[in-house]
C-alpha cells in the first residue's frame, strides 16, 4: 500500500477524532441545518452527518473559518460554542459581525475566546471597530468552563446599541452616541464570522505563553445559530431598551466577572468620551 503523506495522515486523524467528538456533542436535530446560514471558510472545518453542528479545527499548519451566507444591516446574532478543552494556550475561538467593504474602514463587533494553560479559564476578550478604529476592549473571566458543554453568546447590533450577552445575561453595552461625535457602526451591513485561528504572540497572557503544538489538533464546536434582523428605524422587538432586571444583571456582572475596560486604562488620555455617558 503506498505511503501517506503527513499531512494526507493529519487530515484522516482529525476526521476520526471529529467523528467520535460529534457523536458526544450530537443533541435532537433542530429545524433544519446549520450550513443551511452558515459555510465553511477555509481550513479544516467539517459539518456533522444530521447537519446541526459545525466544527472548526486548528493545526499547525491551518486554522479554520466559517461566515454566514447573508448580511445584515442590524440584528441579533445567537450561537452556541463548546471551546477546545484542556491546553488550548496560544489558540483564539472568536464570533463576530464584520462589514464587507474595505479593510480600512471596516466595522467590527467582536466576542473572542482566548485560551489558556490547563486548569486555568479561557478570558473573552470583546472589542469594537468603527471605520477601521478599535481600542474598544473590554475582557471577562467566564463563570463556568466554556470547555465542558455548549454555551450560548449573542451580539445585538441595533439602530441604538450593541449588547453582548453570555446565556443570556448581558455583560457590555455600547449606545449610540454618533449625535455626540462617538463613532458608532451604522453605515455598512456586516456578515458573522467564526474562527479558530493561532495568535500566540498576543493571545495568552500577552503572548508570553507559546502555543503547545503537541496538543493539536484544537477543535471547537458550534451549533443552534440563529440571526433575528433588527429594524432600520429602531423600533423593533429586539431593539428596546434591557428594563431594569436587566441593567441590575449586567452590573453585576461587570462587578464580578469583568477583569479590563478600556474605560478605566490610565494609560490612555485623553479618556473615551463615551465612557462618561449613560
Same mark, same amino acid.
Given at each position: ?81 463548546k471551546l477546545a478543552p484542556n491546553n488550548s494556550a496560544g489558540t483564539v475561538t472568536a464570533f463576530y ?28 476578550? $470583546? ?5 477601521? *478604529? ?5 475582557? !471577562?473571566?467566564? &463563570? =463556568? ?7 450560548t453568546y449573542s451580539i445585538v447590533w441595533t439602530y441604538r446599541h450593541i449588547l453582548m450577552l453570555v446565556?443570556?445575561t448581558p455583560i457590555r453595552e455600547f449606545r449610540n452616541h454618533a449625535n455626540r461625535d462617538v463613532l ?19 493571545? $495568552? ?5 507559546? *502555543? ?5 489538533? !484544537?477543535?471547537? &464546536? =458550534? ?56
Amino acid at each position: 500500500m503506498a505511503m501517506r503523506s503527513k499531512s494526507e495522515a493529519c487530515c484522516i486523524l482529525w476526521m476520526l477524532v471529529a467523528l467520535c467528538c460529534f457523536a458526544a456533542a450530537r443533541t435532537a436535530s433542530a429545524e433544519g441545518r446549520i450550513d443551511d446560514h452558515l459555510q465553511l471558510n477555509g481550513g479544516f472545518g467539517s459539518v456533522s452527518e444530521d447537519g446541526q453542528i459545525l466544527s472548526l479545527l486548528l493545526n499547525h499548519s491551518s486554522g479554520s473559518g466559517f461566515k454566514s451566507k447573508d448580511t445584515y444591516m442590524y440584528a441579533r446574532a445567537n450561537l452556541q460554542i463548546k471551546l477546545a478543552p484542556n491546553n488550548s494556550a496560544g489558540t483564539v475561538t472568536a464570533f463576530y459581525f464584520m462589514s464587507v467593504g474595505a479593510w480600512d474602514i471596516h466595522d467590527e463587533i467582536d466576542m473572542e475566546f482566548l485560551g489558556n494553560s490547563t486548569g486555568e479559564p479561557y478570558t473573552l476578550h $470583546t472589542n469594537i471597530y468603527v471605520n477601521g *478604529t478599535g481600542r474598544k476592549v473590554e475582557q !471577562f473571566r467566564l &463563570w =463556568f468552563d466554556p470547555t465542558a458543554d455548549f454555551h450560548t453568546y449573542s451580539i445585538v447590533w441595533t439602530y441604538r446599541h450593541i449588547l453582548m450577552l453570555v446565556d443570556g445575561t448581558p455583560i457590555r453595552e455600547f449606545r449610540n452616541h454618533a449625535n455626540r461625535d462617538v463613532l458608532y457602526p451604522s453605515k455598512q451591513p456586516m456578515r458573522l464570522f467564526g474562527s479558530l485561528w493561532n495568535t500566540d504572540d498576543w493571545a $495568552t497572557q500577552g503572548g508570553r505563553v507559546k *502555543t503547545d503544538w503537541s496538543a493539536a489538533p !484544537f477543535i471547537a &464546536w =458550534f451549533r443552534n445559530y440563529t440571526a433575528t434582523t433588527s429594524s432600520s428605524d429602531g423600533y423593533g422587538y429586539y431593539d428596546q431598551e434591557m428594563d431594569g432586571a436587566a441593567r441590575k444583571k449586567m452590573k453585576e456582572a461587570r462587578a464580578k466577572y469583568m477583569i479590563y475596560t478600556y474605560c478605566a486604562d490610565t494609560t490612555r488620555s485623553p479618556t473615551p468620551p463615551e465612557c462618561s455617558m449613560p
